[in-house]
């Protein structure tokens, strides 16, 4: 927390947190792990070195807000086409910034992902879907330096925590089709697959907390069609793609069931996907031990992307 003083106290609490954690043995549970038989399972790669490139502004100069993106483009030693990823982070939908997301774009980078960070306009001043549409921007701006920056864009994933996950959510969900796609969505912001950790999927579960109703313009009963346009859990359709969830089971912003539910949602519509539960891990905490969750979703998305590769190419 670069805003804090070393003496500030609260600068400890990440630390307390983590060493509380540590103290409980807490695990994890993986639900609807897929076991890859060895003979299937692809090499472990060497990991990649990557170029940053400077922070690039994704939004055309009409745009509301002049939004920046941070991109690491893999050093491969080929020109074959590679897989992307969009970055969210979360933030209730007013504050943070890509800076939460560095470490897990770092991380794709070495995997071979060209990795496109976004920061994204804020409520209240901006309501939704404002936020939808600075992705599905975002996308197109993707595709527009797909060739430059070797991109298969039938590849791209979306990844995200808290807001950033339920943003991700959405645009993998509403963003290419339905009535969230006009008028900045369509074919060019289709994802892959989707790592979604700590995801408000239903946001009627808000009682109408602060957050979201700034973010909606309303409560439950003012504005119920926003809920329902803007509840991930809620737009499940036939074109879903893959999803890998994480959630800690001690959270209390976004309760588990966001988590459980939306899994069960996805089942019912046959739609693949894993769910890892972090026990005894708040919002902040699953967060901050990420590792195991975010190791396991990225072999996730491997996976999907591997299958595609093999498809279309």
């Known amino acids: 927390?670069?805003?804090?003083?070393r003496s500030d106290p609260r600068r400890w609490v990440p630390t307390l947190l983590l060493g509380g954690w540590l103290l409980t043995g807490c695990g994890a549970t993986h639900l609807g792990e897929r076991s890859v038989p060895t003979s299937q399972a692809a090499p472990a790669a060497a990991a990649l070195a990557f170029d940053a490139l400077p922070e690039l502004t994704y939004t055309p100069p009409d745009w509301p807000s002049s939004l920046h993106a941070d991109v690491l483009l893999p050093r491969s030693g080929s020109d074959a086409l590679r897989p992307a990823a969009l970055l969210v982070h979360g933030g209730g939908?007013?504050?943070?910034?890509?800076?939460?997301?560095?470490?897990?774009?770092?991380?794709?980078?070495?995997?071979?992902?060209?990795?496109?960070?976004?920061e994204h306009r804020f409520a209240p001043t901006h309501r939704f879907p404002a936020q939808l549409h600075d992705l599905q921007q975002a996308m197109a701006w993707i595709h527009a330096n797909?060739?430059?920056?070797?991109?298969?864009?039938?590849?791209?994933?979306?990844?995200?925590?808290?807001?950033g996950a339920h943003l991700v959510s959405l645009l993998a969900l509403a963003g290419a089709e339905g009535p969230l796609a006009q008028p900045h969505g369509g074919d060019h912001a289709r994802l892959a697959a989707v790592l979604a950790?700590?995801?408000?999927?239903?946001?009627?579960?808000?009682?109408?907390?602060?957050?979201?109703v700034e973010f909606l313009g309303g409560t439950r009963a003012e504005v119920p069609e926003q809920y329902a346009l803007a509840s991930p859990a809620r737009q499940?359709?036939?074109?879903?793609?893959?999803?890998?969830?994480?959630?800690?089971?001690?959270?209390?912003?976004?309760?588990?069931?966001?988590?459980?539910?939306?899994?069960?949602?996805?089942?019912?519509?046959?739609?693949?996907?894993e769910l890892y539960l972090q026990h005894g891990r708040g919002h902040f905490l699953s967060f901050l031990t990420r590792g195991d969750a975010i190791d396991?979703?990225?072999?996730?998305?491997?996976?999907?992307?591997?299958?595609?590769?093999?498809?279309?190419?």
């Open 1 to 5: 927390m670069r805003w804090l003083k």
């Open 197 to 212: 950790g700590g995801t408000p999927s239903d946001l009627f579960k808000f009682p109408d907390g602060r957050l979201v």
């Open 296 to 313: 396991a979703g990225i072999d996730f998305l491997e996976r999907q992307v591997r299958s595609l590769e093999r498809s279309t190419h």
């Open 93 to 118: 939908w007013q504050n943070r910034g890509p800076e939460d997301m560095v470490g897990i774009a770092e991380q794709l980078a070495t995997r071979g992902y060209v990795t496109v960070n976004i």
């Open 236 to 273: 499940i359709g036939p074109s879903a793609p893959p999803f890998f969830l994480f959630h800690g089971t001690w959270d209390r912003l976004v309760p588990v069931d966001h988590a459980t539910d939306f899994r069960a949602a996805l089942e019912a519509r046959g739609v693949e996907n």
């Open 146 to 163: 797909a060739e430059a920056w070797r991109v298969d864009t039938d590849r791209i994933v979306g990844v995200g925590f808290s807001s």
